[in-house]
């Protein structure tokens, strides 16, 4: 692994920190999407990703300011080169009272940053760094608002390569949605089968939130028509990756059980016997889809194969 993706890597790694209590409209993952290396101006080391902010309801102000005058949320950015280190400033303004959630997963030790302070986290590599500095006890027209202040620094490249390429994704943080499930043989291939989630607006039987920039939820009715709700993780990037969190169950052992996880391929009889149980939204929820945006709805889709039937057993341990 070059260090120059080992760097990308931890940036991604080290800015997935927030929750939904400190629901504010960009979470620190979303760093590589409000920003872009591409199609820069000449002497622009970097610049803001105008599309991203609009879907989020911030105006374009120019390329280095965007702001949401709805919220008064306020998202800057800062450029500087010096001794061939890139160093980049994002700023966001935001009117969210709780830090709690978010220094709570600053503090994670999978993350392996280092606490300067209450209110300053850091994480470097050789000639990368990264850091985070909440700023509070700001006030804007009269509302208490925090600063999160994101510094990047990097190497700038010898070659022409993105360090932030430009993202057209949805940002899905915050979001709710209805959704409707489809799964049919394709019509160019009788071995392949489409699966699709169409994510709208309209009320429907089933319900998905996306929580922040990492978490969702599930809430369906049962066949007893009781409500159930599924957790799970989900990333997104060009694809958008879903995963089911699972929970720990122990045999009498004390060694965790053993859960039999749906084919990755089923059926469409077979796959209709589990509608509206956790098994059901498990096998479309496991998964990575291609994203189209069509503006009401947006459509998820994927593809699988009848050769890959067999289930996979998995011990049962909640993602933390």
Same mark, same amino acid.
């Given at each position: ?10 940036? /991604? ?13 960009f #979470? ?13 101006l000449d ?12 879907? !989020?309801?911030?105006?374009? @102000?120019?390329?280095?300011?965007? @702001?949401n ?11 500087? +080169?010096? %001794? ?13 009272n ?5 220094? =709570? ?18 994480? !470097?590599?050789?000639?990368? +760094?990264?850091k ?13 608002? #925090?600063?999160?202040? &994101? ?16 993202? &057209? ?19 160019? $291939?009788?071995?392949?089968?489409? /699966?699709?989630?169409?994510? !709208?607006?309209? =009320?429907?039987? #089933? ?11 599930? /809430?369906?009715n049962?066949? !007893? $028509?009781?409500? +159930? ?11 958008? @990756?879903?995963?089911? %969190?699972?929970?720990?169950? =122990? ?9 039999e ?6 059926? /469409? ?9 956790? =098994? ?6 496991n998964?990575?889809?291609?994203? +189209? ?10 593809? @699988?194969? $009848? %050769? ?8 049962t341990?909640?993602?933390?």
């Amino acid at each position: 692994m070059t260090k120059l993706i080992y760097i990308k890597f931890l940036i /991604i790694l080290f800015l997935g920190i927030c929750q939904k209590s400190f629901s504010q409209e960009f #979470y620190p993952t979303n760093i590589s999407s409000i920003i872009t290396d591409e199609n820069l101006l000449d002497k622009q080391l970097a610049k803001l990703n105008k599309s991203y902010l609009f879907k !989020k309801g911030f105006e374009f @102000v120019n390329d280095s300011i965007s @702001v949401n005058k709805n919220t008064l949320e306020k998202i800057t950015l800062s450029t500087t +080169e010096k %001794d061939n280190l890139i160093h980049l400033t994002i700023n966001y303004l935001t009117f969210r009272n709780s830090l709690l959630n978010l220094k =709570k997963r600053l503090q994670d030790p999978e993350l392996n940053l280092t606490k300067i302070n209450e209110n300053l986290y850091e994480i !470097k590599y050789e000639k990368y +760094e990264t850091k985070i500095e909440i700023i509070k006890n700001l006030e804007v027209k009269s509302k208490p608002f #925090y600063l999160i202040k &994101t510094t990047i620094i990097y190497e700038k490249p010898r070659d022409n390569r993105y360090i932030f390429p430009l993202k &057209t994704i949805y940002p899905f943080q915050n979001t709710t949605w209805y959704f409707d499930l489809d799964y049919k043989i394709s019509k160019s $291939n009788s071995e392949e089968n489409i /699966i699709k989630i169409i994510l !709208k607006k309209d =009320k429907s039987n #089933y319900k998905i939130m996306f929580l922040d920039d990492i978490n969702f939820i599930i /809430i369906f009715n049962n066949v !007893k $028509n009781i409500s +159930e709700q599924i957790n799970g993780k989900y990333y997104n990037n060009s694809n958008i @990756v879903f995963s089911i %969190d699972y929970e720990i169950r =122990k045999g009498q052992n004390g060694m965790p059980n053993v859960q039999e996880i749906n084919a990755n391929y089923l059926k /469409i009889i077979e796959l209709n016997k589990l509608k509206n149980t956790k =098994k059901y939204f498990e096998f479309f929820f496991n998964r990575t889809f291609q994203i +189209e945006d069509d503006g009401n709805k947006i459509s998820l889709e994927t593809q @699988v194969y $009848n %050769d890959e039937h067999n289930p996979i057993q998995y011990p049962t341990i909640k993602a933390q």
